[in-house]
C-alpha cells in the first residue's frame, strides 16, 4: 500500500478528500431539513392554536397533500441537466448557486403564503425542487471523483448520513418553533440562514477534483486517481448515452430508485399528518416522534458502511452479492413495516412510533445497494445516471401524496389510510426484487470514454450471467 511522507498508509491519513466528504455531507444534511421542514410546519401553518403567539398568521387550505407534492414537480427537472453540467463545467458554482436559491426561496416562503397563499407556497417549493434536484447527482460526482475505491462505502456513508441528521434537526426544531412565540415562519429562516452560511465555506474550500485542488499534495493525488483508474488528462468526455440506455444493469437500479423513492416521499411527506390525525399526537410530539426514525438511520448507517467494506474485502460476498444482500434487506424490512401500519388503529400509538423507527434502522442498506451500485458501474458518469434515475423515479414518486389526497377522504380514518400504505409496501419489495436478479458490481465498459467505446464497436449485446444472480 501506497504510504505519505509520514510513512503512514494513505487510506489512514487524513486528507483533502475528507474536507470535500464534510463540506457534501452539511450540504445534504442542509438540503434535506429545509425540504423537510414543510411536513411538519404544514400542521402549523393550518392550525390556529398550534402557536402560542395568536398573531403568527394560519390559513384554511383544503389541498395540503397538493402542496407537500408541489416540491416534487421541480425536483424531477433539473437532474440530469444537473449531472451533465458538473461533467462539462465543474460543479463546484453549480452547486453553490443552486444552494443560494434554495435557501432563499427558503426564506420567501412565509411572505409569499402570505400573499398568494397555497399558490405561493406551491411555487416556492417548485423552485426549491428545481434547485434540490442538483445535490444528489452532484453528490454522487463528487463521491466518483474524490473517493478511493476502498472507501467508497465509508465515504458514500459520511455524505448521505446528512439525510439522516437533516430529518433529526428538522422535526424537533420546527416542532419547537412552530409552537413558540416566534411561529412557524421562523423555521423557514433559520434554514435558509443555514444554507447561505454553507455557500460561503463551499465557495473557499469546494473544488471540482483531486486534479483542480490548488493545495492537495502529489501523493494523495495520485493515491486517488490511480484507485479509480481515472486522470484528468483526457479533457471532456462525451456522455455514452446510449450505452447507458442499453444496460441491462443499469436500469436495474433505475427500477430500484423507483420503489424506493415513491415509498420516502410517502413516508416523509404523509407521516406527519398520520400521527396528528389518526393518533393524535400534538404538534410539538409529531415533530420530535418524526426525528426518532432518522436518528436509527444515523445509528445503522455507519454498521452497514463498515459491514459492506468488510464483507467486499474479506471475499464473504461479492461485490454484486453484497449490494443485493443490502438492497433486499432493507427494502423487505420496510415493506413489511408499511404492511403493518397499514392495519393499525388509533389505539395502536405505539406501534405508530415504533414501527417506522423500525423500518428506517433498516432502509439505510439500499444506500450500499442501489445507490452505491451507480458509482460501481461507472465513477466518471455518477452524477448524470444518478440525475437520471432520480428524475425517473421522482416522477413516480410524485403521485405518493395525491394517492393519500384522493384515497383518505377522512384523513382520521386509519382504514382509508391502508391503500396508500400497501402501495408504498408493494413499491419496496417488487422493484427490489428486480434489482436483486439483474444487478452487477462491475465497472462499465463505457465509462472509460469514447476511445474504448470506439474499440468495442462490435461489443456484443450484454449477458446476464443467471448463475451469479443467487
Given at each position: 500500500?501506497?504510504?505519505?511522507?509520514?510513512?503512514?498508509?494513505?487510506?489512514?491519513?487524513?486528507?483533502?478528500?475528507?474536507?470535500?466528504?464534510i463540506?457534501?455531507?452539511?450540504?445534504?444534511?442542509?438540503?434535506?431539513?429545509?425540504?423537510?421542514?414543510l411536513?411538519?410546519?404544514?400542521?402549523?401553518?393550518?392550525?390556529?392554536?398550534?402557536?402560542?403567539?395568536?398573531?403568527?398568521?394560519?390559513?384554511?387550505?383544503?389541498?395540503?397533500?397538493?402542496?407537500?407534492?408541489?416540491?416534487?414537480?421541480?425536483?424531477?427537472?433539473?437532474?440530469?441537466?444537473?449531472g451533465?453540467?458538473?461533467?462539462?463545467?465543474?460543479?463546484?458554482?453549480?452547486?453553490?448557486?443552486?444552494?443560494?436559491?434554495?435557501?432563499?426561496?427558503?426564506?420567501?416562503?412565509?411572505?409569499?403564503?402570505?400573499?398568494?397563499?397555497?399558490?405561493?407556497?406551491?411555487?416556492?417549493?417548485?423552485?426549491?425542487?428545481?434547485?434540490?434536484?442538483?445535490?444528489?447527482?452532484?453528490?454522487?460526482?463528487?463521491?466518483?471523483?474524490?473517493?478511493?475505491?476502498?472507501?467508497?462505502?465509508?465515504?458514500?456513508t459520511?455524505?448521505?448520513?446528512?439525510v439522516?441528521?437533516?430529518?433529526?434537526?428538522?422535526?424537533?426544531?420546527?416542532?419547537?418553533?412552530?409552537?413558540?412565540?416566534?411561529?412557524?415562519?421562523?423555521?423557514?429562516?433559520?434554514f435558509?440562514?443555514?444554507?447561505l452560511l454553507?455557500?460561503?465555506a463551499?465557495?473557499?474550500?469546494?473544488?471540482?477534483?483531486?486534479?483542480?485542488?490548488?493545495?492537495?499534495?502529489?501523493?494523495?493525488?495520485?493515491?486517488?486517481?490511480?484507485?479509480?483508474?481515472?486522470?484528468?488528462?483526457?479533457?471532456?468526455?462525451?456522455?455514452?448515452?446510449?450505452?447507458?440506455?442499453?444496460?441491462?444493469?443499469?436500469?436495474?437500479?433505475?427500477?430500484?430508485?423507483?420503489?424506493?423513492?415513491?415509498?420516502?416521499?410517502?413516508?416523509?411527506?404523509?407521516?406527519?399528518?398520520?400521527?396528528?390525525?389518526?393518533?393524535?399526537?400534538?404538534?410539538?410530539?409529531?415533530?420530535?416522534?418524526?426525528?426518532?426514525?432518522?436518528?436509527?438511520?444515523i445509528?445503522?448507517?455507519?454498521?452497514?458502511?463498515?459491514?459492506?467494506?468488510?464483507i467486499?474485502?474479506?471475499?464473504?460476498?461479492?461485490?454484486?452479492?453484497?449490494?443485493?444482500?443490502?438492497?433486499?434487506?432493507?427494502?423487505?424490512?420496510?415493506?413489511?413495516?408499511?404492511?403493518w401500519?397499514?392495519?393499525?388503529?388509533?389505539?395502536?400509538?405505539?406501534?405508530?412510533?415504533?414501527?417506522?423507527?423500525?423500518?428506517?434502522?433498516?432502509?439505510?442498506?439500499?444506500?450500499?445497494?442501489?445507490?452505491?451500485?451507480?458509482i460501481?458501474?461507472?465513477?466518471?458518469?455518477?452524477?448524470?445516471?444518478?440525475?437520471?434515475?432520480?428524475?425517473?423515479?421522482?416522477?413516480i414518486?410524485?403521485?405518493?401524496?395525491?394517492?393519500?389526497?384522493?384515497?383518505?377522504?377522512?384523513?382520521?380514518?386509519?382504514?382509508?389510510?391502508?391503500?396508500?400504505?400497501?402501495?408504498?409496501?408493494?413499491?419496496?419489495?417488487?422493484?427490489?426484487?428486480?434489482?436483486?436478479?439483474?444487478?452487477?458490481?462491475?465497472?462499465?465498459?463505457?465509462?472509460?470514454?469514447?476511445?474504448?467505446?470506439?474499440?468495442?464497436?462490435?461489443?456484443?449485446?450484454?449477458?446476464?450471467?443467471?448463475?451469479?444472480?443467487?
Amino acid at each position: 500500500m501506497e504510504k505519505s511522507a509520514k510513512g503512514k498508509p494513505l487510506s489512514a491519513q487524513f486528507g483533502k478528500r475528507h474536507i470535500q466528504a464534510i463540506l457534501m455531507f452539511f450540504c445534504i444534511t442542509i438540503e434535506f431539513a429545509s425540504r423537510n421542514i414543510l411536513n411538519v410546519a404544514i400542521v402549523s401553518m393550518t392550525d390556529p392554536d398550534a402557536s402560542s403567539n395568536p398573531d403568527v398568521p394560519t390559513y384554511d387550505w383544503d389541498d395540503t397533500n397538493i402542496i407537500l407534492s408541489s416540491f416534487s414537480w421541480g425536483y424531477i427537472i433539473l437532474q440530469v441537466l444537473a449531472g451533465q453540467m458538473g461533467i462539462s463545467h465543474g460543479y463546484k458554482w453549480v452547486v453553490c448557486a443552486a444552494m443560494g436559491v434554495n435557501s432563499v426561496a427558503s426564506c420567501l416562503i412565509p411572505f409569499l403564503a402570505s400573499q398568494w397563499g397555497s399558490a405561493g407556497v406551491m411555487g416556492t417549493r417548485v423552485v426549491q425542487g428545481m434547485a434540490q434536484g442538483f445535490f444528489f447527482p452532484i453528490a454522487h460526482l463528487m463521491i466518483g471523483k474524490w473517493a478511493p475505491e476502498n472507501e467508497r462505502s465509508r465515504m458514500t456513508t459520511f455524505v448521505y448520513i446528512g439525510v439522516g441528521v437533516g430529518g433529526v434537526i428538522s422535526g424537533p426544531i420546527t416542532g419547537y418553533l412552530s409552537g413558540s412565540s416566534w411561529g412557524w415562519p421562523s423555521v423557514f429562516y433559520v434554514f435558509g440562514a443555514m444554507g447561505l452560511l454553507w455557500c460561503l465555506a463551499w465557495s473557499w474550500a469546494g473544488y471540482d477534483s483531486p486534479a483542480t485542488h490548488p493545495t492537495i499534495s502529489p501523493s494523495e493525488r495520485k493515491y486517488i486517481e490511480e484507485s479509480l483508474g481515472q486522470h484528468e488528462d483526457k479533457g471532456s468526455i462525451p456522455t455514452p448515452w446510449k450505452a447507458i440506455f442499453t444496460s441491462i444493469h443499469y436500469w436495474a437500479v433505475v427500477v430500484a430508485f423507483l420503489g424506493s423513492a415513491y415509498g420516502n416521499i410517502f413516508i416523509t411527506t404523509e407521516t406527519s399528518q398520520y400521527l396528528v390525525n389518526v393518533m393524535n399526537l400534538s404538534v410539538e410530539w409529531n415533530g420530535l416522534v418524526n426525528a426518532l426514525p432518522h436518528i436509527a438511520a444515523i445509528v445503522t448507517l455507519p454498521l452497514y458502511g463498515y459491514a459492506s467494506d468488510k464483507i467486499i474485502e474479506r471475499q464473504w460476498l461479492t461485490r454484486v452479492n453484497a449490494r443485493r444482500f443490502f438492497q433486499l434487506y432493507g427494502s423487505y424490512v420496510q415493506a413489511i413495516v408499511l404492511a403493518w401500519m397499514a392495519f393499525l388503529n388509533e389505539s395502536q400509538v405505539a406501534l405508530a412510533i415504533v414501527l417506522p423507527i423500525i423500518g428506517n434502522a433498516a432502509i439505510g442498506g439500499i444506500l450500499y445497494g442501489s445507490d452505491v451500485n451507480l458509482i460501481d458501474l461507472s465513477p466518471r458518469f455518477a452524477g448524470v445516471t444518478h440525475g437520471f434515475s432520480n428524475t425517473l423515479s421522482s416522477a413516480i414518486a410524485m403521485l405518493a401524496p395525491i394517492v393519500v389526497q384522493y384515497t383518505v377522504t377522512d384523513m382520521s380514518d386509519p382504514t382509508q389510510w391502508r391503500i396508500p400504505f400497501l402501495v408504498a409496501s408493494l413499491g419496496y419489495a417488487v422493484t427490489s426484487t428486480f434489482f436483486g436478479f439483474f444487478a452487477s458490481g462491475d465497472r462499465q465498459w463505457w465509462d472509460a470514454g469514447p476511445k474504448d467505446q470506439s474499440e468495442t464497436t462490435d461489443k456484443p449485446a450484454e449477458i446476464i450471467d443467471l448463475e451469479n444472480v443467487i
